[in-house]
């Protein structure tokens, strides 16, 4: 009926043995370093509050896109899985039949990177010794229904457990930062820490656009419907951030595409978008022109720029419409970054005071685009394998196809960006391990020595991240 869960210790190295004897060796020089999470979403509120996480199904089912879109593709419907409805408030959902749900399909994830995590976490975190099946579902949910009512299972332990040395979250520019500041005012020492993510405030086709705005003016005490106040109050809040511990901005823009215009210019177009002339041309030239504006502000104010475009947000419209934002139906589109980030490059490529951190979903411009950006403009540097591309051979494709045109040093190490707050050390613990299988294949090949590549692994898995992200 059941089988072991154990994780093989030589797991995703290579099957030929003086590669696999040196991946061993490079890893065990890493495996225990801290965490150093640098760009996520998980929810701060977790911290503040410490309070035990409800059940399995909420804790790791209902906030993992990776998880519930899965599921979906296969015929279990969002309701299924408890997935709140637009407007309904919180579902009353089963959670139990909701993890009865998942264990019946989880075969489904066999082969994907959240097999990986998943497995980790149950046998890493809770102990269990038996694989997930519809006949082992109940038990599962017993016991980690069991454990995460005990002090050791509350987020604060959790996060000392995972050796987290610093998380970030992200928040909008209109967030109170609450939670971030009875962090800091507890006698905790954990520290999370939040980032800037004004999308909602920049892009006109955002749903909240105009409602954001109005949060903005109402934070702020400035009138976010004239240019010149609305821009006082992005570094109003900007200030703000930093104050709370963050280093980072966040740009989840459909493109990377920037402009320099001209204040008379600005002023006129936002008028524009505030008028309601949201064309898709008036707004993807304010959004070029505000990573513009950002760019400049990251100069003035230190706050490292992290731009990952390249996604078709909420493809599903059914899904949207019923279900809001991120819900597991956003897709890879193909994207230029050579013409796209040149205005902003001609003017503040050549400054130190600038790092940005560009991510991609478009594998094809790896080794056409972003490595030779990386390689030679000292603004840029590039983030990890991300998102569909988090995965095992995503992360020996990045390395392939980056490392001979920029190096391993114009890299940033990795970040988990999840909101599953447990896959965390799973999905660390996967990018150290093809690392070192990656690096090994150098020492293997006689391109590098052992200590050559002991000393870029442990950079790679704790120092470029916590050097990269100011931390």
């Known amino acids: ?4 869960l154990g994780m093989h210790p030589d797991a995703l190295f290579s099957g030929n043995s003086s590669e696999r004897d040196i991946a061993r060796r490079l890893y065990l020089n890493v495996a225990n370093l801290p965490i150093i999470s640098p760009h996520g979403h998980t929810d701060p509120k977790w911290f503040a509050l410490n309070q035990p996480f409800a059940n399995p199904a909420e804790l790791l089912i209902q906030p993992d896109h990776y998880v519930y879109r899965m599921l979906y593709s296969q015929g279990v419907t969002l309701d299924e899985l408890g997935i709140s409805r637009v407007g309904q408030g919180p579902t009353t959902a089963d959670p139990e039949q909701v993890w009865k749900i998942f264990a019946e399909h989880f075969y489904l994830f066999q082969g994907t ?8 976490v149950f046998a890493n975190t809770f102990g269990l010794d038996v694989k997930l099946n519809a006949q082992t579902a109940s038990y599962y949910y017993q016991v980690i229904n069991h454990k995460l009512n005990s002090p050791e299972f509350l987020p604060r332990a959790l996060f000392e457990k995972y050796n987290i040395e610093v998380l970030a979250t992200t928040e909008c520019p209109t967030d109170n930062l609450r939670y971030h500041q009875q962090i800091i005012d507890s006698d905790w020492q954990g520290r999370v820490i939040t980032a800037f993510r004004p ?8 749903e909240s656009f ?11 005490g400035l009138d976010c ?17 930093k104050k709370m511990g963050a280093t980072s901005t966040d740009h989840g823009h459909p493109t990377p595409a920037t402009a320099d215009l001209s204040h008379q210019q600005a002023t006129a177009l936002f008028d524009k978008l505030i008028a309601g002339d949201v064309t898709p041309q008036n707004a993807e030239l304010f959004r070029a022109h505000m990573l513009m504006v ?3 502000m990251s100069i003035e104010d230190g706050l490292v720029m992290q731009i990952h475009p390249g996604v078709y947000r909420n493809h599903n419209h059914s899904v949207f419409t019923n279900f809001g934002r991120d819900k597991g139906a956003d897709l890879p589109i193909q994207t230029e970054y050579i013409q796209a980030l040149k205005p902003l490059l001609d003017k503040f490529g050549n400054d130190p005071r600038l790092s940005v951190i560009l991510f991609t979903l478009d594998e094809t411009v790896y080794s056409r685009e972003l490595g030779p950006l990386a390689g030679h403009y000292p ?4 983030g990890p394998a991300w998102w569909f591309h988090d995965s095992p051979e995503g992360m020996t494709r990045f390395r392939r196809a980056t490392t001979e045109v920029a190096g391993f040093y114009n890299t940033v190490g990795f970040n988990d960006d999840t909101r599953a707050f447990l896959s965390i050390p799973a999905r660390h613990d996967m990018s150290r391990r093809m690392d070192c299988a990656y ?3 150098l020492v293997a090949s006689h391109q590098i020595d052992e200590e050559e590549a002991s000393a870029i692994a442990t950079d790679l898995a704790y120092n470029l991240a916590k050097k990269a992200y100011k931390l």
């Open 439 to 441: 690096l090994a294949e």
């Open 113 to 120: 990177p959240s097999y990986f995590w998943l497995n980790y």
């Open 294 to 296: 950002m760019a400049e």
């Open 379 to 382: 603004a840029i540097k590039l």
């Open 1 to 4: 009926m059941t089988s072991s």
């Open 199 to 206: 999308d909602a405030v920049i892009d006109a086709e955002h």
């Open 210 to 220: 105009q409602r954001k705005l109005n949060q903005l003016s109402q934070v702020t």
């Open 225 to 241: 419907r004239q240019y010149d106040q609305y821009i006082d109050a992005l570094k109003q809040r900007r200030a703000y951030f």
